[in-house]
T-cell receptor, first 116, second 111 residues
Framework: NAGVTQTPKFRVLKTGQSMTLLCAQDMNHEYMYWYRQDPGMGLRLIHYSVGEGTTAKGEVPDGYNVSRLKKQNFLLGLESAAPSQTSVYFC???????????????FGEGSRLTVL | RKEVEQDPGPFNVPEGATVAFNCTYSNSASQSFFWYRQDCRKEPKLLMSVYSSGNEDGRFTAQLNRASQYISLLIRDSKLSDSATYLCVVNMAGSARQLTFGSGTQLTVLP
């Protein structure tokens, strides 16, 4: 059972470089999310998607773009990386619900990004 | 004020001890509440949901106090394997598809 898979797991960038993080899930989930986790800050939502072809901004979207061209994939892009984007990035997916998120997010193992 | 606040700890307790964590939330219209567990350098995983009537899962008990806007997690007979960071998670009203995470409470169970 692969679940949620993130690639790459580690990356070091120089300021101004671009990169894309890939998230793939094999659970047929409708909802997918990108979070970043920083010490003392908890997980903060960057962008999310409620279905193929849709995306929406979360709490901290600036400096990031996303795409959900296929249901199973959710891409997070950094067009011009900055040191402030050094963080651990988690992708997650969940089942849809008629009224509210069920609360169970399935997370990938995380991607550690360092921007020098 | 943060939307979801937790005491960061660390809580260092001996094996077999009982330990409790609290979490407060700011939006009185919040609808759903959860505890997640995150091991060091790993991804968070759902520990348990928190229901209005309180709920128990083995050694773990979760309580919700809507009047005071806090959630608690009680761990009885602590095991070394309980060492982790515990994240309080709240589904904020009007954000049906988004969850807000607290910054976590770190627990270390000592032999």
């Amino acid at each position: 059972n692969a679940g949620v898979t993130q690639t790459p797991k580690f990356r070091v960038l120089k300021t101004g470089q671009s990169m894309t993080l890939l998230c793939a899930q094999d659970m047929n989930h409708e909802y997918m999310y990108w979070y970043r986790q920083d010490p003392g800050m908890g997980l903060r939502l960057i962008h999310y998607s409620v279905g193929e072809g849709t995306t929406a901004k979360g709490e901290v979207p600036d400096g990031y773009n996303v795409s959900r061209l296929k249901k199973q994939n959710f891409l997070l892009g950094l067009e011009s990386a900055a040191p402030s984007q050094t963080s651990v990035y988690f992708c997650a997916s969940s089942y849809p619900s008629g009224r509210a998120a069920t609360g169970e997010l399935f997370f990938g193992e995380g991607s550690r990004l360092t921007v020098l | 004020r943060k939307e979801v606040e937790q005491d960061p700890g660390p809580f260092n307790v001996p094996e077999g001890a009982t330990v409790a964590f609290n979490c407060t939330y700011s939006n009185s219209a919040s609808q759903s509440f959860f505890w997640y567990r995150q091991d060091c350098r790993k991804e968070p995983k759902l520990l348990m949901s928190v229901y209005s009537s309180g709920n128990e899962d083995g050694r773990f008990t979760a309580q919700l106090n809507r009047a005071s806007q806090y959630i608690s997690l009680l761990i009885r007979d602590s095991k070394l394997s309980d060492s982790a960071t515990y994240l309080c998670v709240v589904n904020m009203a009007g954000s049906a598809r988004q969850l807000t995470f607290g910054s976590g409470t770190q627990l270390t169970v000592l032999p």
